[in-house]
């Protein structure tokens, strides 16, 4: 007997993850963390930077809480955030501590100042929030950015104006030019347009220099080229720490990013490469399904990296037995024929198990195993189970004789996937861009009204079904995603013009030329 490896939940990683206690630890903890870094100081202990922290950090999980309510029910992803929040704080002490330092120490030609100012400009300003950009969104990242910003200008003796200002315009220029990053080189461009932000701010904001604007001359250029390196540099170096960090912080908290995606996105992988011999009509049906879920999610912004990357592996359980499957058939032979119609439903349902199976030996990542398992939701296997009652009707036509008994009811829920419905924008995608390639392959004559009207027809079945309850799409979007796999069938799937065939005179005076090898007469 075959054992299908199988998605284990602990229950003691459920309770830590969503559990209330857990919560209440984890933002006492972190309040503790907070006050020492933002109230404790070479003084002692000063109470009106503790009251003002703990506002500050009453208001960021108050606005967690109320527009961001998965995240707050989420342990993991507090920890995340307020951890993030935590290292930079103490990445800003650090520096402001060593900026200190060096202002006591002594240095030829740069006065106690222009050190102190220097160590200052290798401030990391948008180093939480490019790490939690690229981790949990740019809508979380602007939330850091505002309250990193308001904590860290407190760690210089009281609310730095300057520091407040110059950290939240470098943080939301690092948030919004993560937006489209899809390759490390991406990123290091990110730090850099960073570091130009941080220059640009320091030079209006008199933190370089001092540039003497009246008469040039004057100005020290050479401490003015350290300090635009350092302020520069600043963001160039967070943007580096960020690379060198995400492979831990993705694992440790199993987040895929949008780098991670498009290195997952290579049809290199074993399994893909057996689908293409094994099962060749499934794989070209993944690749299919890959492009309309890509575009699709692009229209409505949901991740495109992960639609398309998830689409490649949503049907790899039919590598078990993939002559069952229609498009995998070979000199028109129907596998199915001699089976019953339960046993048919149950070979093709198996596909899921046989996936989540064939993904944990491989090491694939939970957001595949989970597109694997939810994209055909608990829907019925329709064709077989139609096939069942038309069955039994005829059985019951043909024997008069029979007690009723003799002839159980079709059972629907034997015909079902076993489900979860799909939970994410992306698997819904997915889902619907499954049933519409499949679906669109029957089509006799190719045309826009037909297309329109079969993308409309399967995504209402679905919606009536009950297949997109658990997951994010609103009705828009939905609409948005209808009108996306529309473009893209008609485009893939447009008429060809039907050339006439030459006449059998022509044929022969081509045939005869190019055995003589002269010249054709095409007029």
Same mark, same amino acid.
């Given at each position: 007997?075959?054992?299908?490896?199988?998605?284990?939940?602990?229950?003691?990683?459920?309770? @830590?993850?969503? !559990?209330?206690?857990?919560?209440? +630890?984890? #933002? $006492?903890?972190?309040? %503790?963390?907070? /006050?020492?870094?933002? *109230?404790?100081?070479?003084?002692?202990?000063?109470?009106?930077?503790?009251?003002?922290?703990?506002?500050?950090?009453?208001?960021?999980?108050?606005?967690?809480?109320?527009?961001?309510?998965?995240?707050?029910?989420?342990?993991?992803?507090?920890? @995340?955030?307020? !951890?993030?929040?935590?290292?930079? +704080?103490? #990445? $800003?002490?650090?520096? %402001?501590?060593? /900026?200190?330092?060096? *202002?006591?120490?002594?240095?030829?030609?740069?006065?106690?100042?222009?050190?102190?100012?220097?160590?200052?400009?290798?401030?990391?300003?948008?180093?939480?929030?490019?790490?939690?950009?690229?981790?949990?969104?740019?809508?979380?990242?602007?939330? @850091?950015?505002?309250?990193?910003?308001?904590?860290?200008?407190?760690?210089?003796?009281?609310?730095?104006?300057?520091?407040?200002?110059?950290?939240?315009?470098?943080?939301?220029?690092?948030?919004?030019?993560?937006?489209?990053?899809?390759?490390?080189?991406?990123?290091?461009?990110?730090?850099?347009?960073?570091?130009?932000?941080?220059?640009?701010?320091?030079?209006?904001?008199?933190? @370089?220099?001092?540039?003497?604007?009246?008469?040039?001359?004057?100005?020290?250029?050479?401490?003015?080229?350290?300090?635009?390196?350092?302020?520069?540099?600043?963001?160039?170096?967070?943007?580096?720490?960020?690379?060198?960090?995400?492979?831990?912080?993705?694992?440790?908290?199993?987040?895929?990013?949008?780098?991670?995606?498009?290195?997952?996105?290579?049809?290199?992988?074993?399994?893909?490469?057996?689908?293409?011999?094994?099962?060749?009509?499934?794989?070209?049906?993944?690749?299919?399904?890959?492009?309309?879920?890509?575009?699709?999610?692009?229209?409505?912004?949901?991740?495109?990296?992960?639609?398309?990357?998830?689409?490649?592996?949503?049907?790899?359980?039919?590598?078990?037995?993939?002559?069952?499957?229609?498009?995998?058939?070979?000199?028109?032979?129907?596998?199915?024929?001699?089976?019953?119609?339960?046993?048919?439903?149950?070979?093709?349902?198996?596909?899921?198990?046989?996936?989540?199976?064939?993904?944990?030996?491989?090491?694939?990542?939970?957001?595949?195993?989970?597109?694997?398992?939810?994209?055909?939701?608990?829907?019925?296997?329709?064709?077989?189970?139609?096939?069942?009652?038309?069955?039994?009707?005829?059985?019951?036509?043909?024997?008069?004789?029979?007690?009723?008994?003799?002839?159980?009811?079709?059972?629907?829920?034997?015909?079902?996937?076993?489900?979860?419905?799909?939970?994410?924008?992306?698997?819904?995608?997915?889902?619907?861009?499954?049933?519409?390639?499949?679906?669109?392959?029957?089509?006799?004559?190719?045309?826009?009204?037909?297309?329109?009207?079969?993308?409309?027809?399967?995504?209402?079945?679905?919606?009536?079904?009950?297949?997109?309850?658990?997951?994010?799409?609103?009705?828009?979007?939905?609409?948005?995603?209808?009108?996306?796999?529309?473009?893209?069938?008609?485009?893939?799937?447009?008429?060809?013009?039907?050339?006439?065939?030459?006449?059998?005179?022509?044929?022969?005076?081509?045939?005869?030329?190019?055995?003589?090898?002269?010249?054709?007469?095409?007029?």
């Amino acid at each position: 007997m075959k054992l299908r490896r199988r998605l284990t939940h602990r229950e003691w990683v459920e309770t @830590l993850r969503h !559990g209330v206690w857990t919560r209440i +630890l984890l #933002v $006492v903890v972190v309040a %503790v963390a907070i /006050s020492r870094v933002v *109230a404790v100081g070479p003084e002692g202990l000063v109470p009106e930077r503790l009251v003002v922290g703990w506002l500050i950090y009453g208001l960021s999980m108050a606005l967690l809480w109320l527009n961001h309510p998965r995240v707050w029910a989420d342990n993991s992803r507090l920890l @995340l955030i307020f !951890g993030t929040l935590l290292a930079h +704080l103490e #990445v $800003v002490r650090w520096v %402001v501590g060593n /900026s200190a330092d060096a *202002a006591a120490m002594g240095g030829a030609g740069w006065s106690a100042l222009d050190r102190k100012m220097f160590w200052e400009l290798t401030l990391p300003y948008a180093l939480g929030p490019l790490l939690i950009s690229l981790l949990l969104g740019q809508r979380l990242a602007i939330v @850091l950015t505002i309250f990193a910003s308001l904590l860290g200008a407190m760690l210089n003796g009281g609310m730095d104006s300057r520091f407040l200002t110059i950290s939240m315009l470098s943080g939301f220029v690092g948030v919004l030019t993560t937006r489209q990053v899809r390759k490390r080189a991406d990123l290091i461009r990110a730090g850099l347009a960073v570091g130009v932000a941080t220059w640009v701010l320091s030079l209006l904001m008199g933190l @370089l220099g001092p540039v003497l604007w009246d008469n040039l001359a004057l100005t020290h250029w050479n401490m003015v080229a350290w300090q635009s390196a350092a302020a520069i540099g600043s963001g160039v170096g967070a943007a580096l720490l960020v690379s060198a960090i995400l492979p831990v912080v993705e694992g440790l908290f199993r987040i895929t990013t949008s780098i991670t995606w498009l290195e997952l996105a290579d049809l290199n992988h074993p399994l893909l490469k057996r689908m293409t011999i094994e099962a060749p009509g499934s794989y070209h049906h993944s690749l299919i399904v890959a492009h309309l879920a890509e575009a699709a999610a692009e229209g409505i912004g949901a991740n495109a990296g992960m639609a398309r990357v998830c689409s490649y592996f949503h049907d790899i359980g039919k590598l078990v037995k993939p002559e069952y499957f229609v498009e995998n058939a070979r000199h028109g032979r129907n596998a199915h024929e001699d089976l019953a119609p339960t046993m048919s439903a149950l070979i093709i349902i198996a596909h899921v198990k046989e996936g989540v199976d064939l993904a944990l030996q491989h090491g694939l990542n939970r957001e595949i195993i989970d597109v694997i398992q939810q994209h055909h939701g608990n829907s019925v296997v329709v064709y077989f189970y139609n096939r069942a009652l038309k069955f039994q009707e005829e059985a019951r036509k043909t024997r008069t004789d029979r007690y009723e008994e003799d002839f159980p009811e079709v059972c629907e829920e034997s015909f079902r996937y076993p489900g979860p419905r799909p939970q994410s924008r992306e698997c819904a995608i997915i889902s619907l861009a499954d049933t519409v390639e499949s679906a669109s392959r029957c089509l006799e004559k190719v045309t826009p009204h037909k297309i329109d009207q079969l993308v409309d027809e399967l995504m209402l079945r679905r919606l009536i079904d009950g297949q997109l309850k658990e997951c994010e799409l609103t009705m828009r979007e939905l609409q948005e995603v209808a009108e996306s796999f529309k473009r893209t069938l008609r485009n893939m799937l447009h008429s060809r013009i039907a050339y006439p065939k030459p006449q059998e005179k022509k044929e022969h005076q081509i045939g005869s030329s190019i055995r003589q090898g002269t010249p054709l007469d095409v007029s």
